[in-house]
């Protein structure tokens, strides 16, 4: 740690292990309602629908949090000043983690707006945008009064700032269903892949940037390079949620045509990831930030690339959209493009803020490996799923629940291997809660 | 490769990316309109879809795809189990499912409420969104859905209604859980089918058909229509 206020980003870490805890638990017992049958009253009192909303909103809320803690940390760095408001940064986490608890605690009673995702009803919606203001405030004039500008720093501010803008297409209530999915996807679709993309991608450059060191120039082109190709891939590649909404029929050519090349700059960040740890300047000091890294790269391909692409195409779309096979694609894409991005910043910040230089792994090497590879069961195990609910209920036209009974069996794997996915995430949780420095041997 | 071009493939790519979409969404509103329906969007319609929006209907049921997948997609709900259907899930979830290995929760709905809801569903199954979701195509066919249909009699309607359809195929549409009943008429007697209904394990100890506890008054329409099916 360089500068003193990089310690606001501590307790931005630890919240977002904890909710992303939360979130896996909630996550088992979604399995459970979908593996097996449980009693009406049960069901009458706490619905799936809210145990969903549960656990998406914390998906959400641990993800930004991670992002915002991993903006502050690097924030005095890049800017080679103090933040400017350490104060407000406390200030905004405790805000935003009010309004999520309360928001949670709502839907348990029914408080809620309805929308998938987006479900924090007003006037609680406008603490988070209170709550991002605050943020954008404080991110921006650390970078206005350090007068240091970076590519890094740029690309983060106009993500941040684009991420905040699109939320406010969330608010409205549109009276049209089809109008209301439009813009619906214009904050989840040009969120994730748009400035989700731009914030991490930023992070993720200057991580990679400390830790091998290689010229900043280099570093900044890529992420150019990247971004431009995430961008102009990813916007218009929205269309690809805009087949089956009721609108014209022309976004099946647009859709599928922008969005057949978005695996194109994650194949791009992995070369580039792997180029950087090729020609490093610096010596390793903790192998495990590198597997994350690494990890993330190609998780990140293998989620958001391969399980987007095999089904985004119109014709085969027709048959797989609202299936589980989306839902095999959500969970890879999200664990590999932005849960791995979290915990690589985590891996990398937290024993820095302990004044930790090199710190054993063991712990936290299984933990990853545990994850990443229940996770990688439970994308082929939700696909299977998905191929037998698209095959059974689409393509033959039987019924829902003829569908449903085929695809038991798959969920209870699911369920299976989220409870060692569940140990792997208590694993990582203890081990970045308690780094231990290795005491290196003289000579 | 320069900085300087990788910044120009930023700023182009994006911008380019950025204008198809800013384009085609200020036509998106010049054509939803005719392509929803939009000029039906009643009070009664919008009320039905805050309805869906209070009870968080879309994190279980998906609405043109989009939502959770826990039950079967709303868009041609009203086509697929008509109002009577639609009334009879929301109402009393725990009679309609009572034999599903996954329940509805019972969630209290006003009587209005379910008509708002109706008619929010009613609209929907009308938007014209290339013929998703592809299962339901069939009913998007006929002009009309199955309670207003001329030609659909109230033992088919039963037949959709109480959830028969979901076990059993009749021309071709259906489950595959109990045996197809296409052509049950010319195999077996309208009174052997009132029996049967009234309770299944008396007939057959083996039958893995639940007793649904109809009316004598629904026996009678159900066992006509089915004995009909010659």
Redesign the interface.
């Known amino acids: 740690m360089e500068y003193k206020t990089q310690k606001v980003a501590y307790p931005y870490f630890i919240t977002a292990l904890f909710l992303f805890l939360l979130q896996v638990l909630f996550g088992l017992w979604l399995a459970i ?2 593996g097996f ?4 009253a049960l ?3 706490f ?4 145990a ?2 549960i656990h998406t909103n914390l998906l959400v809320l641990w993800m930004l949090l991670g992002f915002m803690g991993g903006t502050y940390f690097l924030l005095p760095e890049e800017t080679k000043r103090e933040i400017y408001s350490p104060a407000l940064a406390y200030l905004q986490l405790g805000l935003l983690t009010a309004v999520g608890v309360t928001a949670l605690t709502g ?1 348990v009673l ?1 408080w ?5 995702l987006l ?1 924090i009803p007003p006037p609680l919606n406008f603490g988070v945008v209170i709550g991002a203001l605050i943020f954008l405030f404080n991110v921006g004039m650390t970078m206005i009064k350090g007068k240091n500008w970076t590519v890094i720093q740029v690309t983060l501010l106009a993500g941040l700032v684009v991420l905040a803008g699109l939320y406010l297409f969330g608010i409205p ?1 549109y ?5 209301d ?2 813009y ?1 996807w214009w904050v989840i679709h040009l969120w994730v892949e748009g400035a989700w993309e731009m914030v991490t991608a930023a992070i993720i450059a200057w991580v990679l940037l400390k830790i091998t060191g290689v010229n900043r ?1 280099v570093v ?3 992420l ?2 990247e ?3 995430f ?9 690809h ?12 050519w ?1 859709g599928g045509a ?1 969005s057949a090349l978005e695996p194109v700059p994650i194949v791009l960040m992995l070369i580039d990831t792997f180029k950087h740890v090729k020609h490093r300047q610096l010596v390793i000091k903790n192998p495990l930030v590198w597997t994350y890294a690494v990890g993330c790269a190609i998780f990140h391909l293998f989620g958001a690339g391969f399980f987007g692409f095999v089904h985004t195409l119109p014709m085969i779309n ?2 797989t ?4 096979v ?2 095999a694609h959500g969970h890879v894409a999200f664990f590999g493009a932005y849960a791995l991005l979290n915990l690589t910043v985590f891996y990398y910040a937290m024993p820095r803020l302990k004044g930790i230089e090199f710190f054993k792994e063991s712990l936290g090497r299984a933990g990853f490996w545990i994850m990443v590879m229940a996770m990688t069961g439970m994308g082929l195990a939700f696909g299977v799923a998905g191929v037998l609910q698209t095959y059974i ?3 033959l ?6 569908a ?2 085929e695809m ?1 069996f798959w969920f209870k794997i699911v369920f299976s291997l989220g409870l060692i996915f569940l140990s792997g995430v208590i694993m990582t949780l203890i081990a970045l809660l308690t780094i231990k420095p290795v005491i290196k041997k003289e000579g | ?3 300087k071009t ?2 120009w ?6 911008l ?3 204008l ?2 800013l384009a ?2 200020i ?3 010049r ?2 309109g005719a ?2 329906h ?1 000029d039906q ?1 009643s009070s009664q319609v ?1 009320a039905g ?2 309805v ?9 049921h ?12 709303m868009t041609r709900v009203y086509l697929r189990i008509g109002e009577a259907g639609i009334r009879f899930a929301v109402e009393k ?2 009679q309609a499912f009572s034999n ?7 969630l209290h709905l006003k009587p209005e409420e379910i008509d708002n809801l109706t008619a929010f569903f009613k609209w ?1 199954s009308g ?4 013929y ?4 339901d195509r ?1 009913y998007q066919t006929s002009s009309t859905g199955v309670s207003t249909s001329a030609s659909t009699s109230s033992g088919e309607e039963l037949f959709k209604v109480k959830g028969c ?3 059993h ?1 009749l021309k071709g ?5 109990g045996p197809v009943l296409t052509g049950i008429g010319s195999k077996l007697t309208k009174d052997f089918i009132a029996q049967y209904i009234t309770d299944p394990a008396k007939v057959n100890p083996k039958a893995q058909m639940p007793n649904l506890h109809l009316s004598p008054d629904e026996i009678n329409t159900l066992s006509e229509f089915l004995s009909s099916q010659k």
């Open positions: 309602n979908y049958s449980l009693p009406q069901v009458d009192v619905s799936f629908a809210t969903r909303a839907f029914g809620t707006k309805g929308r998938p479900e209530f009276h049209n269903l089809s109008v999915w439009y619906w120039e900044e082109k890529w150019y390079v971004l431009g190709l961008l102009f891939t990813g916007i218009a590649g929205v269309g949620h805009y087949y089956w909404v009721g609108a014209p029929k022309y976004w099946l647009v922008f027709k048959y959209h609202g299936s589980q989306t839902a209920e689409r393509v036209g039987m019924g829902y629940m003829t449903q009974g038991r | 490769m320069t900085k990788a910044y493939i930023f700023i182009l790519g994006t380019a990316s950025l198809v979409l085609l969404t036509d998106f509103h054509e939803v392509l929803t939009s969007i919008l879809k805050r869906w929006q209070k009870y968080n209907c879309n994190d279980c998906t609405m043109l795809g989009f939502g959770g997948y826990y039950g079967p997609d979830p725990e599903s290995f996954r329940k509805m929760p019972n929907a938007i014209n969104n290339n998703w979701p592809p299962q069939k359809i979901n076990c195929t549409e259906g489950g595959n859980i």
